[in-house]
């Protein structure tokens, strides 16, 4: 799959993948989407995010975890 909403930049925000070359990582978006924040929400807090990048980065955060083998916690 092709991102073309996500950069990966190592002189910013450490090489973590954001969205569009703004100081917007994915790692954030995906979190606002699990807490249930609302697409018109995120985009107040965010002006520079559009509506186009919040699933582009939920599709980039699963194909990045089904590269990877996550730990399972145990109780």
């Known amino acids: 799959m092709e991102f073309k909403r996500i950069t990966i930049e190592p002189d910013k925000m450490g090489g973590v993948p954001c969205i569009r070359g703004f100081r917007i990582p994915v790692a954030t978006v995906v979190g606002m989407v ?18 186009e990048d919040i699933p582009e980065a939920l599709h980039y955060a699963a194909e990045v975890l089904s590269m990877r083998e996550a730990p399972v916690p145990v109780p």
């Open 34 to 51: 699990a807490e249930g924040m609302t697409v018109e929400r995120m985009l107040e807090l965010y002006p520079d995010l559009e509506a």
